[in-house]
């Protein structure tokens, strides 16, 4: 098992991606042939888990992206911990990277990737800050893109996703995302949401 956050950041919006939330991204992927042997970025990637899943599933290199440090020390133990248990080393690397700067400036033809995975925050503590993400897995994806979203967000997110240079988009799967409370301002234990895993193909 992956270890979630231990001091989520609100205005990151930092939540754990579920075990089985992150099966079912990672697992349609891979039906799609999109990991093997694929160079795969886990975008915003927390604790690791959608990267390590990746590589477990035989991705070819993954690397592992996030602003926070702390979030990446964590899925540095995280895959330490699945390569003991594994018996073997997995293909990832981590980088302390603001998704704002990825496939820009000093990053721009830099970093390509084949697929990129990723549960980017649902943009509602900062507005928008979904279609960032959006925006940056396109600006440096060369394959497809699985991302998930609010269900209630689906026709602004494919619309924008187009806009920002997807060539395809379209919804593979509807889940229900179980987020545990995790901030002071929660007052349920957990709160049941519609999520979309929509899969957008890179526009070359």
Request: aromatic share 4%.
């Amino acid at each position: 098992a992956v270890e979630p956050f231990r001091d989520p950041k609100v205005e990151l919006e930092q939540y754990p991606t579920g075990p089985h939330i992150a099966a079912v991204l990672v697992t349609e992927a891979a039906g799609r042939g999109d990991i093997e042997d694929k160079t795969v970025l886990d975008l915003g990637c927390g604790g690791g888990v959608l990267g390590i899943a990746a590589a477990l599933l035989g991705a070819g290199a993954v690397l592992g992206l996030d602003v926070d440090a702390d979030a990446l020390e964590l899925a540095r133990e995280n895959v330490e911990a699945q390569e003991e248990a594994e018996g073997t080393a997995l293909p990832v690397d981590l980088l302390l990277c603001d998704v704002a700067g990825v496939g820009r400036g000093e990053w721009a033809g830099e970093l390509r990737a084949d697929t990129v995975l990723m549960n980017p925050p649902f943009g509602t503590r900062r507005r928008g800050a979904d279609m960032e993400f959006v925006a940056a897995a396109l600006r440096v994806c060369r394959g497809a893109v699985y991302s998930l979203h609010k269900s209630s967000t689906r026709a602004h997110v494919l619309k924008a996703a187009e806009k920002a240079g997807a060539a395809r988009a379209e919804v593979v799967a509807q889940l229900r995302y179980d987020i545990p409370a995790s901030y002071a301002f929660h007052r349920q234990k957990s709160k049941d949401i519609e999520v979309d895993l929509i899969r957008l193909e890179a526009g070359g």
